[in-house]
């Protein structure tokens, strides 16, 4: 069996064979593919995803999303036109942590305000600083929507009162595909994690933290599964045999990990994506309340869980030392000379545990260290921040734990050779970096294809690139290192939190 993202060279399925649309709302771009039933993708495109920002404001345009769906069935039309008339479904991945709003017409009244929009964060930290212990116990992660709920409600109290449902972008572009009203709003398991607002054991939202909030729950959707038919496009849309049935559709994260076959107890993934986001699967919820740095996020799908975290904003860090230094990684044959030169990842502040007054810093840095050197220590501090949220994994899902042996590794980073040999080095797991292919909408079409049944019956689509392996002296070295790097980022925290009194813990 060839990869499943290699565009089949068989003319399209035989007749009544089912297809799927599937797609993935970006923050840049917006992927669109349709598969075969058993996960070829005949087509694969893409658009690009605008933001607009105006002073502290950084949004998108909900209506532009549902657009750039549309123009690309068409061109599916134009391309694959048997493979159309056999869609049976559609379903779309997307960005987790955001929030818009609709009026009664499903009219859009506050624009998509996503994880990058800090014009909420003051109402984030005020929530944390009072709610945090509760907030993880019930829903499993950070309040992101919950914060912009509020910040829409204290901020913009005229919009907040014309909005009759707060959705995110996959419940706007299905929606709005399938001709739904407001009051058949929805939203999917797999992002509630990023709510504050939810009660994941009973697939409800939390009255208790609702109240304290003072957030209308009549201004919240339905909670679905992420399979759930919410409607239908009538097959005169697009001249399909049958009318397409719109799934609810899930996160982007989870459907990635889906896509790459992290779907067993104990199967670790990395996704080295523009944020770094290291994720472990688990058949439990097991929240993280005290430590407050490993989210819980139910999948939505049988009994899928996942626990994951963001070490470092690793993509972003990389691509800023590359244009500020004008570097060439690609020509480093070894890695640099980083003897007592250590690099503190937190340029926007460290995400993991949650700790926004720290900076970055380049601790031990001497007469003999020159850019490689700087670019190697870039590379092993998030590693070690990988190093420590993999060991607060491990502590929460506790003697149930599997022994991993190795990792799963997706995303632009992972084509990065040294950096996969160091972070193999630095959590002795043998990094095992997959093909690459279009992971979340893999993942996005087995949940359409399998639903609840998916850990059970669905197929790995995608096989191993190539595999690094840790080498135990290396390792030895890692992990002295890594003790120092956690002493040295310990009192370095103090420091800037000593310095930034104005901001809580």
Known sequence: RGPAHRKQTESAPRAGGKTYLCFDLGTTKIKAALLSSEGRILYLGSENAASYRKGEALVQKPREYVAAVEKQIEKMAQTEPEALKNAASLICSGQMAGILSIDWNWDVVMPWTYSADSRSDPHLYHIEAELASAIRASSGGA???AAKIQWIQKDYPVQYRASRK????NTYVAGSLAGLGCEEAFIDCSVLAMSGLADIRNRTWNRRILETLDIDPAK?????APDCRVGTI???RWNTH???????????????FIGAGAIGPGDLIDAAGTYSVLGCCSRRFIPDPKGRAVTCAYAGV???????????????????FLEKFGYDWRALGQAGDTRSLYFLPYLGGRPTPPQPYCQGTYYG????HDLDSMYTALLEGIGYEYALLFE???ALQGPRHRQQKSIRAIGGGAENRLWNALKANILGLAYRVLEPAPYEILGSFLVARYGQALAEHAPILSGDHRCMTPAPDQMQRQQARKETYVKIARRMGRVYHDLRKDLPC
């Not at 707060?166 to 972008?169: A, C, P, Q, S």
């Not at 840095?365 to 003999?368: R, V």
Request: aromatic share 8%.
């Open 143 to 145: 309040p992101h929507m």
């Open 242 to 256: 049958q009318d397409i049935k719109v799934h609810a559709g899930i996160g982007d994260q989870i459907a990635g």
């Open 302 to 320: 049988g009994d899928l869980y996942y626990h994951m975290g963001v070490p470092a904003v690793g993509g972003m860090l990389h691509a800023w």
């Open 220 to 224: 919240l959707p339905r909670i679905v």
């Open 166 to 169: 707060f959705i995110n972008l």
């Open 365 to 368: 840095l001497g007469w003999a």
């Open 392 to 394: 607060k994994i491990k």
């Open 234 to 236: 009538p097959r005169q």
